[in-house]
């Protein structure tokens, strides 16, 4: 089975081939989150760099966020429009959990941490089970101070915004938790492996209708809903 996988919920986009279990292929597209345009161009040359062609992929497996409201409307649209002009089918993963396959083999607790703008982030938990990720915390959209009074021992937090924001989830989180000092994103190896896993154990989506994951109302929409609120 050739599984093609993709993230676009970051400003960091992510592609990968799978075939069978194995990675074949990786690249990452950093284009600030337009991602739009850059995406088949992209897809193609891979596929042609590993002598495969488009109409060999079997599935398709996407990022379904939370993050870049914009990001994961972009790589959704794109992966159900391949998927219907393919006539293959399409697995929607979360971009949170593809995060936290970045953690390695730590062993505790690993917070994915994204900043989702307006003063609030998206939070899940997770943890290393072999080659699975297992959830422990839901994703959840959360304030500053309900972020800082999550108090977990041996964990690891991760995300796209770990350098940007390391000192204040240092001062958060004080020294029970791991805070490396660089960027972790989604990664569209594991988007494309757990694809894989959830085709062969029959969890897919065969009409194509895979949605994002949106745990708050847009940026823009918030700030519609304030002016609304001062003028009204």
């Known amino acids: 089975m050739l599984t093609a996988g993709f993230d676009t919920s970051t400003q ?9 279990g194995a990675v074949k292929a990786q690249e990452t597209i950093d284009t600030c989150g337009e991602h739009v345009g850059g995406l088949l161009p992209a897809l193609d040359d891979l596929l042609k760099k590993n002598r495969l062609e488009m109409r060999q992929v079997d599935l398709l497996a996407v990022g379904t966020g939370p993050g870049s409201y914009t990001g994961c409307r972009v790589g959704i649209s794109f992966a159900r429009g391949l998927a219907f002009a393919l006539e293959k089918p399409l697995v929607g993963v979360c971009s949170l959990e593809a995060i936290a396959y970045g953690a390695g083999g730590f062993s505790g607790t690993i917070l ?38 999550k108090k977990i021992e041996n964990a690891i937090l991760i995300g796209p915004d770990n350098v940007k924001l390391h000192q204040k989830f240092t001062e958060l989180f004080g020294d029970g938790v791991e805070i490396p000092r660089r960027a972790f994103y ?3 190896a594991y988007i494309a492996l757990r694809g894989e896993k959830e085709k062969l154990t029959g969890k897919y989506d065969r009409n ?20 609304q609120q001062k003028t009204g």
């Open 12 to 20: 960091v986009g992510s592609i990968a081939i799978v075939e069978n």
């Open 112 to 149: 994915v941490v994204v900043d989702a703008k307006i003063r609030a982030y998206y939070y899940g938990a997770y943890r290393r089970a072999g080659g699975k990720i297992e959830v422990v915390e839901e994703p959840a959209v959360c304030d500053i101070e309900k972020l800082g009074a």
């Open 186 to 188: 989604p990664d569209a």
């Open 208 to 227: 194509k209708t895979v949605l994002p994951i949106y745990l708050r109302p847009s940026p823009a929409e918030i700030k519609l809903k304030e002016e």
